[in-house]
């Protein structure tokens, strides 16, 4: 029987032959499977590898470069394209010598440069001894920091490469890689559909991790296959000669399960060696999807098929783009026997995944990337799919290319944010307290910037102080719909109770100018006024008030009219508490219309001053009133976040008022200038309040600027003074200035 899978032969000892016989070989591999293609860049690789690993030794004492080489040899036997090959070849160099990727670059092109580069970047990623959900986003990692599959490939042949050599390293190194293989590399592969390699890597990682449990699987096999070789060998002629007399074309290989894959099922199972009796199998490849079929049919007409163990991954591939059809029959004496059946190319598909995929034309690149691509999509949706949908689906939008930056804390736990993330994303990301009192991050152990944009694999730590609180200018640097919600909900909470403890200010205030004694008030009073505006409680009666939705001459009326008369003239309003005065409200009052409210305070804001024809909106602020902004100042979208507060503003028909402005210009600094443009403003009729010219003498270009605040009555007439004054020769610039 053909033994297809070396299963139980022992780890392969490293090659004794010479590095140029090593070399020969690998150009006699690829030249075989790309007869057309250039491999001169192959042994110029090679060379330059030779030159800057020369002196290095491997763990086992041999020369670096048979590691490399190797690895080339195994992208060779996978029928790699070139570039995959001198990446094998270049793959530790970066790394591990003086080389940069800027000299790759040079020597070997773009392409390879990006390649190696992507294997290097891979290599620094430290994998933590993950538990099982760590594991996956390390995998998921991988994956969305590769732009190009054959680096993941190149990866996967080094990982191959070292575990075939592990033996020489020392216990404790062994374990870590091992496992480090069957948690990140093994599945990756899978993934990828590259069943050989991962058959290999799981049962050498299993061999180093569990060598009880290997030897005595391993031994099982052996010993089942001495037992059953002649079973097996006349059930393989029997349907051999079957499908001949159907008249359908096959080879059929006996099958011998794997050692780690065996395990598994013993432990799946729950069941005990002696009970599983299909350690070997049968393998029927064929010409076409009709002779899969067709050899089905002639299988279960000689045996009877075991109930519920056909599987057609023909009509329904797995999501690796695995195909076969699979039964199990009652076979001779009563033995159960598995068969699987696939035509060559589906066969091929199972054994070597994406890299199968791989026939590199050139001219035909741009399709077959796009295939390429296409699959790992979907296999990353896939892999998605097995996680608790709810858990990712508001953060996760896996992309090959990277749109997500994985990130670890101190202890090694990954945390995965939407690329662009900032430190304050990170912090909400670990736990919503560490976020509210975050004071900085630290990255590889350096203080940043909290707008920092996150980067794959940095490991981030927060500091924090117990007692602080987020900031409103966080909302512009958060990334994760989490961290703004969290934001907001403090800054609410904290803005409420503050606008509480100032409506409940205004109110006695008001109460006062009155003479009402707010205390002989009944509360049930004021929690009708409360309900007349349709709130349930007296607090959110005061929070409003704080808000300025609602001034408190109008809350006091209703709730003692019989003291406050309804037409008296607003008394004023209370001073302002805050940075904001040195604005005019009584004016603007009369300038702004506010929709559907009477009586409220309301401001320009100072940070964009808006004039008579900007575009306006109304922000209610805490106890300030309304706060009327343009509507392109960049405070208002930050403001805005909390749509409820947006109130709709415009200005009103008849005022006359006019507006301070502050206006720069630029000139050249020549005589006569100055005179000039003040004749302008006296021709628009405008008042200057106040004037400054300055002479740049550091600039050495002559240059002079005059700064002003005139008054205008509205955006027009500033437009208007603006384009007089530019066209004066000499001026280089005007510029209205918002602060
Ligand atoms: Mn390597």
Not at 146 to 156: F, Q
Not at 332 to 345: A, L, S, V, W
Not at 433 to 442: D, L, Q, R, Y
Not at 593 to 612: F, L, S, T
């Given at each position: 029987?053909?033994?297809?899978s070396p299963?139980?032969?022992?780890p ?14 690998l150009?006699?591999?690829v030249?075989?499977?790309?007869p057309?293609d ?5 042994g110029?690789a090679y060379q330059y590898?030779?030159?800057y690993?020369?002196g290095?030794?491997?763990a086992?004492?041999e020369?670096?470069l048979?590691?490399p080489?190797?690895?080339?040899q195994i992208?060779?036997d996978m ?13 530790d ?7 940069t990727t ?9 392409e ?9 970047k ?5 994998f933590?001894?993950a538990?099982?959900?760590?594991a996956?986003?390390?995998?998921k ?8 599959i054959r680096?993941i490939?190149?990866?996967?042949a080094?990982?191959l490469h ?10 404790e190194?062994r374990?870590r890689i ?7 590399y093994s599945p ?5 559909g590259?069943g050989?390699?991962r058959g ?11 060598p ?5 699987i391993?031994?099982?096999i052996d ?5 059953n070789?002649?079973y097996?060998?006349r059930?393989?002629?029997?349907v051999?000669?079957?499908?001949r007399?159907?008249?359908i074309?096959?080879?059929v ?13 013993l432990k799946?199972?729950?069941?005990s060696?002696e ?9 029927i490849?064929t010409d076409?999807?009709?002779n ?17 163990r056909?599987k057609?991954?023909i009509a ?13 029959v009652?076979?001779?004496e009563?033995k ?6 696939r035509?060559?190319?589906m066969?091929?598909i199972a054994e070597e995944?994406?890299?199968a995929h791989w026939k590199?034309k050139e001219?035909?690149r741009g399709a ?9 999509r979907?296999l990353v949706e896939w892999?998605?799919?097995?996680r608790?949908?709810?858990?990712f689906s ?6 090959l290319?990277?749109?997500?930056v994985?990130?670890f804390?101190p ?7 939407p690329s662009?993330?900032?430190?304050i994303d990170?912090?909400y990301?670990?736990h919503?307290e560490?976020?509210?009192?975050c ?5 590889n152990?350096?203080i940043?910037?909290l707008r920092y ?6 490991i981030v ?7 602080h609180?987020p900031?409103k200018?966080?909302?512009g ?9 969290k934001i ?7 803005e ?8 409940q200010?205004?109110?006695?205030k008001?109460?006062r100018r009155?003479g ?15 309900a007349e505006y349709?709130m349930s ?13 609602f001034s ?13 008369a309804?037409?008296t003239?607003p008394?004023?309003p209370?001073?302002?508490?805050d940075h904001?005065?040195?604005?005019q409200?009584r ?5 702004i ?10 401001y320009?804001?100072?940070?964009c001053?808006?004039?008579?024809g900007?575009?306006i909106?109304g922000y209610?602020?805490r106890g300030k009133?309304i706060?009327?902004?343009s509507r392109?100042?960049?405070?208002v979208?930050n403001?805005m976040?909390d749509?409820e507060?947006r ?5 009103a028909?008849n005022?006359?008022?006019?507006f301070?402005?502050?206006?720069v210009v ?5 005589p006569?200038l100055?005179h000039?443009?003040t004749?302008?403003?006296a021709?628009e009729?405008?008042?200057v309040?106040?004037l ?5 003498f ?16 509205d955006?027009k ?5 603006c384009a007089?004054m530019r066209?004066?020769?000499?001026v ?5 200035i918002?602060?």
């Amino acid at each position: 029987m053909r033994d297809i899978s070396p299963v139980v032969s022992p780890p392969p000892v490293p090659d004794p032959v010479s590095l140029d016989t090593q070399l020969e070989k690998l150009l006699a591999t690829v030249a075989e499977a790309r007869p057309k293609d250039d491999l001169s860049p192959i042994g110029k690789a090679y060379q330059y590898a030779a030159q800057y690993h020369s002196g290095q030794l491997r763990a086992s004492g041999e020369p670096y470069l048979m590691h490399p080489l190797a690895v080339a040899q195994i992208l060779a036997d996978m029928r790699m394209d070139v570039v995959s090959i001198v990446t094998g070849l270049l793959h530790d160099i970066v790394e591990d010598t003086t080389v940069t990727t800027a000299d790759v670059q040079k020597n070997f092109g773009p392409e390879v440069a990006s390649c190696v580069d992507g294997v290097t970047k891979l290599s620094k990623i430290d994998f933590f001894s993950a538990e099982d959900r760590q594991a996956e986003s390390y995998r998921k990692m991988l994956l969305a920091m590769v732009n190009d599959i054959r680096v993941i490939i190149v990866k996967l042949a080094d990982r191959l490469h070292n575990m075939r050599t592990l033996s020489v390293l020392s216990p404790e190194r062994r374990e870590r890689i091992s496992r480090e293989t069957l948690e990140i590399y093994s599945p990756i592969a899978h993934r990828l559909g590259m069943g050989k390699v991962r058959g290999e890597l799981e049962d050498l990682a299993f061999r180093y991790l569990d060598p009880d449990a290997f030897a005595e699987i391993s031994h099982a096999i052996d010993n089942q296959r001495a037992a059953n070789e002649a079973y097996l060998e006349r059930m393989r002629r029997t349907v051999e000669d079957e499908l001949r007399r159907e008249g359908i074309p096959a080879r059929v290989d006996g099958r011998v399960k794997r050692a780690f894959s065996v395990y598994q099922k013993l432990k799946r199972q729950k069941i005990s060696l002696e009970q599983v009796y299909d350690l070997f199998a049968l393998r029927i490849i064929t010409d076409s999807v009709k002779n899969c079929y067709g050899a089905l049919g002639v299988i279960h007409n000689e045996w009877r098929p075991v109930p519920g163990r056909i599987k057609d991954f023909i009509a329904i591939p797995r999501p690796n783009l695995y195909q076969s059809l699979h039964t199990s029959v009652v076979g001779p004496e009563g033995k159960h026997c598995e068969i699987q059946i696939r035509t060559e190319e589906m066969h091929r598909i199972a054994e070597e995944g994406i890299a199968a995929h791989w026939k590199y034309k050139e001219g035909k690149r741009g399709a077959q990337d796009d295939q390429r691509v296409a699959w790992l999509r979907q296999l990353v949706e896939w892999q998605q799919e097995m996680r608790d949908p709810g858990e990712f689906s508001s953060t996760l939008k896996l992309d090959l290319y990277p749109e997500e930056v994985y990130c670890f804390t101190p202890k090694g736990r990954v945390i995965v944010l939407p690329s662009g993330a900032s430190p304050i994303d990170f912090a909400y990301a670990v736990h919503s307290e560490v976020g509210n009192t975050c004071t900085g991050a630290k990255v590889n152990g350096r203080i940043v910037p909290l707008r920092y944009a996150l980067r794959n694999g940095e490991i981030v730590d927060i500091l924090t102080q117990s007692g602080h609180l987020p900031s409103k200018d966080w909302l512009g640097l958060v990334k994760t719909s989490r961290a703004r919600n969290k934001i907001k909900h403090v800054i609410n909470a904290n803005e409420r109770e503050r606008a509480i403890e100032i409506g409940q200010k205004f109110l006695e205030k008001e109460a006062r100018r009155h003479g009402v004694q707010l205390a002989r008030i009944q509360r049930n009073e004021l929690e009708r006024v409360a309900a007349e505006y349709g709130m349930s409680k007296i607090e959110d009666l005061y929070a409003s008030l704080g808000y300025g939705k609602f001034s408190a001459r109008q809350v006091l009326q209703k709730a003692a009219p019989e003291q406050v008369a309804e037409d008296t003239p607003p008394p004023a309003p209370p001073p302002p508490a805050d940075h904001s005065s040195g604005v005019q409200r009584r004016d603007d009052d009369s300038v702004i219309k506010v929709h559907g409210i009477d009586d409220v305070m309301v401001y320009r804001a100072k940070c964009c001053n808006p004039i008579r024809g900007d575009a306006i909106v109304g922000y209610v602020t805490r106890g300030k009133g309304i706060a009327v902004h343009s509507r392109t100042c960049n405070n208002v979208q930050n403001l805005m976040y909390d749509s409820e507060r947006r109130i709709e503003v415009e200005w009103a028909r008849n005022a006359s008022d006019t507006f301070p402005v502050r206006i720069v210009v630029q000139t050249d600094d020549r005589p006569g200038l100055l005179h000039q443009l003040t004749t302008v403003l006296a021709s628009e009729s405008t008042n200057v309040r106040s004037l400054e010219a300055r002479t740049d003498f550091h600039s050495g270009n002559d240059a002079a600027s005059v700064e002003m605040t005139v008054d205008v009555r509205d955006k027009k007439q500033l437009e208007k003074l603006c384009a007089a004054m530019r066209r004066i020769s000499g001026v280089r610039d005007v510029e209205r200035i918002n602060q």
